[in-house]
Nanobody, 128 residues
Framework: QVQLVESGGGSVQAGGSLRLSCAVSGYTISRKCSGWFRQAPGKEREGIATIYPSYGSTFYADSVKGRFTISQDNAKNTMHLQMNSLTPEDTAMYYC?????????????????????WGQGTQVTVSS
């Protein structure tokens, strides 16, 4: 059984940083497409970053490009999302997800319907 558990969320002032982690069990993420999504109140869930370790590739939504960095620790089977220069618009519930069988071109699409294993989410709140 695949389990993903996010941590690291919290409250921060605008301009600050947070680092989210996603511990994965029951599944090896080292060669799979994995990613981070977020859902703000009243909005649909959006893909913000994915990683395809076999190709050393990372993909980002325009809204976070240059501020967020996705990474993976294969030894610990854990993903991370380093978030810098946070703004109130980044306030959302953040989810990690993973899926086997995706190609790099599919991974870069940041589409939530392509992922079948999800964490429970961690809240990020950015105040102005």
């Amino acid at each position: 059984q695949v389990q993903l558990v996010e941590s690291g969320g919290g409250s921060v002032q605008a301009g600050g940083s947070l680092r989210l982690s996603c511990a994965v069990s029951g599944y090896t993420i080292s060669r799979k497409c994995s990613g981070w999504f977020r859902q703000a109140p009243g909005k649909e869930r959006e893909g913000i970053a994915t990683i395809y370790p076999s190709y050393g590739s990372t993909f980002y939504a325009d809204s976070v490009k240059g501020r967020f960095t996705i990474s993976q620790d294969n030894a610990k089977n854990t993903m991370h999302l380093q978030m810098n220069s946070l703004t109130p618009e980044d306030t959302a519930m953040y989810y990690c997800a993973t899926r086997s069988g995706l190609s790099p071109s599919q991974c870069r699409q940041l589409r939530e319907d392509q992922f079948d294993s999800w964490g429970q989410g961690t809240q990020v709140t950015v105040s102005s």
